[in-house]
């Protein structure tokens, strides 16, 4: 069994990134193309899920949840069940490419915007020269595109679709279309191709290393300040519910 720790009902794996990719590995062989979800839970999520319940079901259908934000990181210790290690969004996606490059493993990229994705596959392609990413498409389109999407995805058939849609509505997107999608695991990613593509820079090492990139992306992104209002709303909860494993629902 997989060592989980719970935070305010969501689930989120204990595990390395060596391990989550490992674990990815595990997923894609017995998939056959049966999309399964992958998704990095960080406070905004686990906020998210206490108010959307929709939300909160789709987090725990994942198959894997890697922890992706040093606030996460803080409510394993508080309940004395510590993460072995972060996972940012951003060393995953990267891990995963490696191992994609070396296993033969096909990805498509879907979300950012305009021509955000196409830089991210030109940049990642330089550090992965044998990576096969076959196709990619910027994310945000309509209702109507939504089935032109679906069709080049499914004719192509990769590995892995990372969506970076942000959240909850990538992860909404993948529920949606699970069953009709034929990948073998579907990755919400938020804004790694900002990142890959050199749109945002992420902070430096030191400032990522003492817990402090939240701070970094605030000043680069002012407008995430609407985003961050949950942060200590989030603390109190962690600092002060009885029991911090649980969600609103199941009170
Ligand atoms: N995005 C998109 N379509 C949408 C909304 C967002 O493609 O309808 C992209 C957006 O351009 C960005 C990513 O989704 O590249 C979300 O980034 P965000 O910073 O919100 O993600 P985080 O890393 O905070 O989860």
Known sequence: MQDKVKIL?????????E???EKTKELIEKSN?????????????????????EFFDILQTAELATPDSVGVILAGKLQKK????RIPGQAYFRKILETAEKEGWTVYLLGGKGDIPQRAKQNVEKLYPKLKIVGYHEGYFEEDTEEVVIEEINKLKPNIL????????QEKWIAKHRKELKVDVAAGQGGTFDYEA???????????????EWLWRLILQPSR??????????LFKI?????ITKSRWEK
């Open 225 to 234: 300040i609407k985003r961050m209002i949950v942060l200590p709303v989030y």
């Open 9 to 17: 009902g969501v689930n989120i794996d204990n595990i390395t990134e």
């Open 33 to 53: 193309k049966s999309c399964k979800l992958i998704v990095a839970p960080n406070v905004e999520f686990i906020m998210q899920a206490q108010k959307d319940k």
């Open 239 to 243: 600092i002060f519910t009885k029991d």
């Open 162 to 169: 990372f969506v970076a849609l942000g959240a909850p509505r």
């Open 19 to 21: 391990e989550a990719a």
């Open 82 to 85: 510590p993460f072995k290690q």
């Open 198 to 212: 050199g749109n945002i820079k992420r902070a430096p090492k030191w400032i990522q290393k003492i817990g402090m």
